[in-house]
């Protein structure tokens, strides 16, 4: 192990070549890596760029901004590392001095740390606080979903953003067995009424994931850091997005769609009113997955979708 290695290693970042081959990121440019994590992706932009390139990497994760840091120290003022949400990132490259960039990465997945970190509370298999949060400055944590929610929300909730077909019966439950402290117990609590049945997936795996997406409103800087990587990117500039979830997979689609029209009036509208022009040209017309090869060796790559566009 390399000695600025942190105990368990890095995160593997996920599709890595078919990244950077739809960033197609010019020597000396400037990129966003909008979603840093342990660096992965923004090494691979650092070196694709070479010596007079620069890398703003962001992430409202404090300690990935941390462990970022010790894997490339090495590549000193060309790389700049800013805890903050992608959410606001036409910000975040304001502050940089500059205005437009030359490509933006967008990876929605928990790095391997943030899942295996027990403290952390993403996970069912832990005995942790139910926190979920990926900032440290959040005032939402996930106890506060499952243990003040009323119980029409939860089931608003884990339908919305597990796709779980026993919403009901498990928001009823929880709003029933309340208050729960911990991962482990609400895992408990949802295989209890909602029972494996021969299923690989863990029973509670959807309700953990819509609770998370809902402590850290997801779905909502999703839509804002689209935008925000829009306003960014120069004509010709490149966004490479990694999402890991149908809806977050679908509004990332839907976006793309919206952008790459001049009208978005409704279809049965004779006579265009929007004023909408094209932003973006969609490079990705089918969804791009990772290789089998890949998935053998990082299997929580396999639900990975990928989607790109060039700014016009």
Do not use: W
Not at 201 to 228: S, W
Not at 261 to 280: F, N, S, T
């Amino acid at each position: 192990m390399n000695p600025r290695e942190p105990p368990g290693g890095f995160h593997s970042p996920v599709m890595v070549r078919e990244v950077m081959d739809f960033l197609e990121l010019p020597a000396g440019g400037r990129c966003v890596d909008g979603t840093l994590g342990d660096g992965g992706h923004t090494l691979a932009m650092l070196e694709a760029v070479g010596p007079q390139g620069y890398v703003l990497g962001l992430d409202a994760d404090g300690e990935a901004i941390g462990r970022a840091r010790q894997r490339l120290q090495d590549y000193g003022q060309r790389v700049a590392l800013v805890q903050t949400n992608f959410a606001d990132m036409a910000e975040a490259v304001k502050a940089q001095g500059f205005a437009q960039v030359d490509g933006v990465l967008l990876d929605l997945g928990l790095s391997s740390y943030q899942l295996d970190t027990a403290r952390r509370g993403f996970s069912f298999r832990d005995e942790a606080a139910l926190d979920m949060r990926l900032g440290a400055d959040q005032e939402l944590t996930a106890a506060d979903v499952v243990n003040t929610y009323a119980e029409a929300d939860l089931v608003r909730i884990l339908f919305r953003y597990g796709e779980e077909p026993q919403a009901r019966r498990i928001a009823r439950a929880i709003v029933q067995r309340r208050p729960i402290g911990t991962a482990m117990e609400l895992a408990a609590l949802v295989e209890s009424v909602a029972p494996r049945r021969g299923q690989r997936m863990h029973p509670a795996t959807r309700t953990f994931q819509a609770i998370r997406m809902e402590t850290n409103g997801d779905i909502q800087n999703l839509e804002q850091g689209l935008e925000g990587a829009l306003d960014v990117l120069r004509p010709g500039g490149r966004l490479v997005v990694l999402a890991y979830h149908s809806l977050e997979d679908a509004a990332v689609k839907e976006f793309m769609r919206r952008e790459s029209r001049d009208c978005i009036c409704p279809p049965e509208q004779a006579l265009c009113i929007c004023g909408h022009k094209a932003r973006l040209r969609i490079l990705t017309k089918k969804v791009v997955r990772p290789s089998a090869e890949e998935v053998a060796k990082n299997p929580r790559a396999r639900s990975a979708k990928l989607r790109a566009c060039v700014a016009l």
